[in-house]
């Protein structure tokens, strides 16, 4: 099956619910126009190399989105053109996005990364401290914070990655009681994008389902 008709059924699939943001890391740029001739926009990336040189060649309408783990020293190659930061988990990196933001005379839409899985690796924000950070945050005034971002355990306990939603769900639900620009909740991939949904995910990150799985 084609690139195209994989993104056809999946939008299908997620109707009105839910946004698909295409997963291209590690994809060619021959295989990023094989979805963007068929209208799609949006594209995640999750290093910046690799983000920088693919807008670099690629028509300028399509929408980056910033996806993993960002390092301070970098903000400044993707500030200028970068549509939503998904991975914002610690005052530092806002603290850098906030000033290139400055630089470029914009103000930048960012997800906060929550740390629900209870897996070592992964990036983000412990959930208990997050009304802290967000009350941190406001003295930034370039950033807007406009929902939040998690990466569920990697296993096949769907109980396990449901609990997790719903957790993604209460904090959400509770966030944008207090802030109305909180409209953004970005969980589910390949493996679990429809129970992401159900779970009140508005917004989906999805590579090997489109393009195949990834060698590394
Ligand atoms: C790679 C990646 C995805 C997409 O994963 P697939 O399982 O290929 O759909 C989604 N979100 C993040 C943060 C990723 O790094």
Not at 19 to 47: M, P, W
Not at 87 to 115: G, H, V, Y
Request: net charge positive.
């Amino acid at each position: 099956m084609s690139i195209k008709n994989r993104i056809s059924i999946i939008n299908g699939e997620i109707k009105d619910n839910a946004e698909l943001i295409v997963v291209s890391k590690t994809r060619s740029v021959e295989e990023i126009v094989q979805a963007y001739d068929q209208g799609h926009k949006k594209f995640g990336e999750n290093r910046v190399h690799e983000i920088v040189e693919k807008h670099n060649i690629l028509p300028k309408d399509i929408e980056w989105h910033m996806i993993g783990h960002l390092q301070k020293n970098k903000v400044k190659y993707i500030s200028e053109f970068i549509s939503l930061i998904h991975s914002l988990d610690r005052l530092s990196l806002a603290k850098e996005i906030d000033k290139n933001a400055e630089k470029q005379n914009r103000s930048l839409d960012c997800l906060i990364q929550i740390k629900i899985s209870k897996e070592e690796t992964k990036y983000g924000l412990n959930p208990i401290e997050l009304d802290s950070f967000y009350n941190d945050l406001k003295e930034f005034k370039n950033i807007k914070i406009v929902g939040l971002m998690a990466m569920a355990t990697f296993t096949n306990d769907q109980d396990l990655i449901a609990e997790e939603f719903k957790e993604m769900k209460r904090l959400f639900k509770k966030m944008k009681t207090i802030n109305s620009n909180f409209k953004i909740l970005s969980i589910g991939m390949s493996d679990d994008y429809k129970l992401a949904i159900k779970n009140g995910s508005n917004m989906i990150r999805v590579g090997s389902k489109i393009f195949g799985k990834r060698n590394y």
